[in-house]
């Protein structure tokens, strides 16, 4: 998994998720196996929300790098700007 497409602070969950999606694949090709359907769609589901978890922490870290951006716009331009972080809950 490409760890640029990540904040470093989101890394390990994005490893979290990236594994849970590798063992659901596998848990669904039993499922196949055996026929049970039903439990291979509900596999299917938390690869779904393992996805959206992923594609959250990509969309922060886009958002990270174009404020970093506009930030080094604003001091290349001479605007004294100060950056004050809150603390995530």
Known sequence: MRQEL???QDYHAALREHASIIDCGKAIE???RTGDLKEALMFVRDINKSLEALKSMAVKKQ???KVKSLLDELVAAGVNV????????
Do not use: A, G, Q, T
Request: proline share 0%.
């Open 6 to 8: 990540f904040r470093k």
């Open 82 to 89: 100060m950056v004050v972080k809150r603390r995530e809950s």
């Open 63 to 65: 958002l990270d790098v």
């Open 30 to 32: 039993d499922c196949m």
